[in-house]
């Protein structure tokens, strides 16, 4: 099992690009999250996913999207890059959430110029 | 909503030296979970407390939850090098997230 995998692991961007980030997981987990961490913040919820199909906002969902057109795929959009979204993303994963661990990507580093 | 907070934000201690790291919740919680994070990781979970009163001990490491179950606490008994990292408290929000605090970042000088 590879657990939870993110791509890319680091990305540059300028102002006003866009991009995807790409998190899988094979453990067949229901649930799915995307968080952001910047120094001293913590871990922030961006968006999550209780099941395919289906998404909801976190404490921090401003600039960005989410998808779950599959199980096992979520997926993180930035529309508009801006250096205030610069920050290192996790994907993590859990099949009954607050019951049992959730496991995280590696994390993608992305900087905004 | 509600919110999870961890002091101190930030922790030195020499090798040997024990730590304490402390949760708060604004509301009460049905379980908390501890995750640990290296420099340059992920966030890899610990344990998690159920019960109010809960003493939970992972060989150097002892996890207590509040009787009232609204604050948490990780102590760490004669540190060593490898505990460098961060620790972070999460708690469930609304029955589909975990929320974290900020974590402490302990740091170990030898």
């Known amino acids: 099992n590879a657990g939870v995998t993110q791509t890319p692991k680091f990305r540059v961007l300028k102002t006003g690009q866009s991009m995807t980030l790409l998190c899988a997981q094979d453990?067949?987990?229901?649930?799915m999250y995307w968080y952001r961490q910047d120094p001293g913040m913590g871990l922030r919820l961006i968006h999550y996913s209780v099941g395919e199909g289906t998404t909801a906002k976190g404490e921090v969902p401003d600039g960005y999207n989410v998808s779950r057109l599959k199980k096992q795929n979520f997926l993180l959009g930035l529309e508009s890059a801006a250096p205030s979204q610069t920050s290192v993303y996790f994907c993590?994963?859990?099949?009954?959430?607050?019951?049992?661990?959730?496991?995280f990507g590696p994390g993608t580093r992305l900087t905004v110029l | 909503g509600q919110q999870v907070m961890q002091i101190p934000q930030y922790q030195h201690v020499q090798e040997g030296e024990d730590f304490t790291t402390y949760c708060n919740s604004s509301t009460t919680l049905s379980n908390i979970q501890w995750y640990k994070q290296r420099p340059g990781g992920h966030p890899v979970f610990l344990i998690q407390l159920v019960k109010s009163g809960e003493v939970k001990k992972q060989k150097r490491l002892t996890f207590q939850f509040g009787e009232a179950k609204k604050n948490s606490s990780l102590h760490i008994t004669a540190t060593q090098t490898t505990d460098v990292g961060t620790y972070f408290c999460?708690?469930?929000?609304?029955?589909?997230?975990?929320?974290f605090g900020k974590g402490t970042t302990l740091s170990v000088s030898s």
């Open positions: 453990m067949n987990h229901e649930y």
């Open positions: 999460a708690g469930l929000q609304a029955g589909t997230a975990l929320i």
């Open positions: 993590a994963s859990t099949d009954r959430v607050g019951v049992n661990e959730q496991f």
